[in-house]
């Protein structure tokens, strides 16, 4: 994988289409503005009150997850989402409410079997959904990991944080992906991206990940690439053709491995500037099911790429996203699969992209 201190990023001429079916052309060079001017005072306000939102929605034992009960992917989203406000432990109004995440889910990591695994419920996100579960959760521990000042709780994170990675390895399958459980069985575009995040994060923490396992996975990703630079879910299997919200992590999965550059780049991010959002671009069966998910890895697509991409991207999807909360309750997003702490986690993540306080977004 790449060192991420080496400057990564080439600004292009991209022809960005319209909703209308035309173009606007946007020159490359551009410079990254400060975070003033993406983050205005109304999306600053609306941060605030979703961080406070979280921070009220938190069980007793730190999980997130609403309704439906605990969910390790929910409480790693929504602690990352506080930490992406420059909340730690030991610091900031919300340290508090990270510091009982990351207890929860290191205590989750090390009871459960197989050790490691964090996981709240094999069907507490999507269906079957246990290692989307330890991919988002793993991230966390790998961005809380540098945080902690404590050394005995430093060493218990450690632990469990190791036994998640090597978890992650050992689980991927003959192909280079990973699936709902962890063992190396099937795998599908959508899960191996989320444990190919965790494995950076881990990588930049200092934890050792094989080349071959990111090598293997890079392979599966591209594997899954179509013609019109979109992604099919599984590999070799390209009937359903690309959608939105997978093509958009796969982008991140390569950024997530070091590939900036190259034709499957710009493919993927040329199909997806077709759905810009804020009511501008096209949309696909999935936008609006899986709507949190692919806007979260849009953005997070986005913010790498930089440039052109970055500047043009995040006013619409901030507009979107305010548009949302105004037409909803006003302190919180919504989600009718997954309820209101992943919707405001998944929003305040995006919202505070410009922040760049999350180890893994540094440029």
């Not at 909703?19 to 503005?33: F, K, T, V, Y």
């Not at 689980?171 to 069985?185: C, F, L, T």
């Amino acid at each position: 994988m790449t060192d991420p201190r080496i400057p990564r990023r080439r600004f292009a001429r991209v022809a960005l289409l319209g909703a209308a079916g035309g173009a606007a052309i946007l020159s490359g060079h551009a410079q990254d503005a400060a975070p003033s001017e993406f983050v205005t005072s109304d999306a600053q306000a609306a941060i605030d009150r979703g961080l406070a939102f979280l921070a009220r929605a938190q069980s007793n034992d730190g999980s997130f997850g609403d309704g439906s009960g605990a969910n390790a992917a929910i409480t790693g989203l929504a602690a990352l989402a506080l930490m992406s406000g420059g909340h730690h432990p030991g610091r900031g109004q919300y340290g508090r409410t990270v510091s009982r995440a990351m207890d929860y889910l290191v205590n989750r990591g090390l009871a459960n079997t197989p050790v490691g695994y964090l996981n709240s419920g094999e069907t507490a996100f999507g269906h079957g959904g246990g290692m989307y579960q330890h991919g988002f959760a793993a991230l966390f521990l790998a961005e809380v990991y540098g945080t902690l000042p404590d050394p005995l709780r430093l060493k218990r994170l450690r632990e469990a944080f190791e036994k998640a990675i090597r978890l992650v390895i050992d689980s991927q399958n003959k192909h280079g992906g990973w699936r709902y459980d962890p063992k190396p069985s099937e795998a599908d575009v959508s899960v191996t991206v989320a444990q190919l995040m965790a494995l950076r994060a881990a990588r930049n923490a200092g934890l050792f990940v094989p080349k071959s396992t990111v090598d293997a996975a890079v392979a599966y990703i591209k594997a899954c690439q179509l013609p019109d630079g979109g992604f099919c879910y599984i590999r070799d299997q390209t009937q359903l053709g690309s959608a939105f919200a997978r093509s958009a992590a796969a982008v991140v999965g390569l950024f997530s491995a070091g590939i900036y550059e190259g034709d499957a780049i710009d493919r993927g991010l040329k199909y997806l500037v077709r759905f810009i959002p804020n009511g501008r671009g096209a949309r696909d069966f999935f936008t609006e099911r899986y709507f949190w998910y692919a806007h979260y890895y849009a953005a997070l697509a986005m913010w790498t790429a930089g440039g052109a991409w970055w500047t043009e991207w995040f006013p619409a999807i901030r507009d979107e996203l305010l548009n949302r909360l105004r037409q909803g309750n006003a302190n919180n997003w919504q989600d009718p699969n997954h309820g209101p702490s992943y919707a405001t986690a998944m929003a305040c993540i995006i919202l505070q992209l410009p922040n760049n306080y999350l180890p893994i977004l540094q440029k």
